[in-house]
Every structure is written in C-alpha cells, then in structure tokens.
C-alpha cells in the first residue's frame, strides 16, 4: 500500500518561501520567525509542520496570513493577541484555530472579545466585519473546515476589497506555488515570460486570459523571481 501524503499538514514551506508568499503585507524575515519558530523569551504563536529545520505546511501558512492580516488591520501588538489565540483554542478545541472555518464565523467574534480592552468593540464593530468580509473571504474551506486555497493579497488599496482574486494558492496544483487560478500556470512563469521580452498581447493569446490576470500574474510573478 502507498504512502498517503497530506498536502495540507506536510511540511513543504520553508519560513522564507512562507514569507514571500504573504509578502504584502511586508511581515520582517524575523517577525515570521517568532511567529512560527519563537525564540528564548518568545514562544511561537502557531504549531508548525515540522521544527528541525523549520518547515510550515499550508494550513501554517494560512494562519501566518491570518496573524498578518490582524497585524494590518487592527494594529494590536502581537505579545496582546497570544490569550486570545490561547483562548479560542480552548473554545473550538482546535489545534489550528486560526485556520479553521469556525473562526471565520464565531470564532472571530470570541477573539476580538477576548482582547478586552485591548479592542473596543463598541466603536470598532464595523472594522471586525470588515476584517471578516475582506480578509478571511479569501480563504477557501474544504468539507472538514479546514482551507482548501486561499488567494493572497497581491496589493494593498485603501479599499481592500477591490484586490483581484486571480492568484491563488492550492497545496494540490504546482506544489503549493502562487498560480494564475483559471488556467492553473504558475505566475513566475508568465512574469519571467515578460520580463524576457514577450509582449502583453502575445502572452494574452497564448494563455487566453484577460489584461488583468496577465497584470497580477506578472506583479506576483516579478517579486518571486526578484527573490530568487
């Protein structure tokens, strides 16, 4: 019998691959260390695949883009958002609560609560929808409530909502590297297709897809290979 492999809990992200592919959010090299791996007087905020050498799975990344999106949204410091996290652990029993379906529903509403003081909810109600609408939409559950995809942010407007959705993140196709979704190539292919001197008409013809994918494939694309 073969050996079954779990896409979504293998240790396949190294903590720079990780770290690129939340890159807008412009989370320093270290920060995502504490977050994932912790240091003497900083424990991790998440449980990560594998912990020599670090690796994260997907669902770890997924919660890093969560702790990111916190980070930009609500400004909280992160040694204030460690009791909640704590917190709505215990409440959905969940080893991985920041990546569950669940805390896009009532679990978000228990962590912001949780923070007290810390978060006022009174005056911030409409901000914790907007962070409900806006950021965890971009995460797709599978049956289990756990993400499937999710499609990361490849610019931050003032409005967020209007980022397109092109480029996403499937642990299934190109082993877990940002793809333009309806034609599943990666986008450093079509950006180092660009960068090399093909033209937009020609790569739109060839890939048949619109000026807007073609323009997030090569902003993403750009940056990877700009990383490498």
Not at 30 to 54: C, F, N, S
Not at 77 to 99: D, G, T, W, Y
Not at 107 to 136: I, M, N, R
Not at 194 to 214: F, R, V
């Amino acid at each position: 019998m073969g050996i079954t492999i779990d896409v979504y809990n293998d240790p396949c992200y190294t903590l720079q691959e990780a770290q690129l592919h939340i890159y807008v959010f412009k989370v320093p090299a270290t920060t995502i260390h504490d977050w994932a791996v912790g240091r003497k007087t900083y424990k991790p905020l998440i449980e990560i695949a594998q912990r020599t050498p670090p690796r994260l799975s997907f669902i770890n990344l997924v919660e890093l883009y969560v702790l990111a999106s916190i980070r930009r949204k609500f400004h909280i410091p992160m040694q204030n958002v460690r009791p909640a996290i704590e917190f709505i652990k215990r409440e959905l029993k969940s080893e991985h609560p920041l990546a569950e379906h669940r805390f896009d529903t009532d679990g978000v509403h228990l962590f912001l609560k949780h923070l007290g003081g810390l978060y006022d909810l009174s005056k911030g109600g409409q901000k914790a929808f907007d962070f409900v609408e806006t950021y965890l939409k971009r995460i797709e559950y599978a049956h289990n409530g756990l993400p499937s995809k999710f499609y990361p942010f490849t610019r931050l407007d003032k409005e967020d909502t209007k980022t397109p959705m092109h480029v996403t993140i499937n642990p299934k196709i190109c082993f877990g590297r940002p793809i333009l979704e309806r034609i599943s190539v990666p986008v450093e292919i079509i950006s180092e297709r660009y960068w090399a001197g093909d033209s937009h008409d020609l790569l739109k013809e060839e890939y048949h897809i619109t000026s807007e994918e073609l323009d997030e494939a090569i902003r993403v694309g750009g940056y990877y290979l700009k990383a490498a």
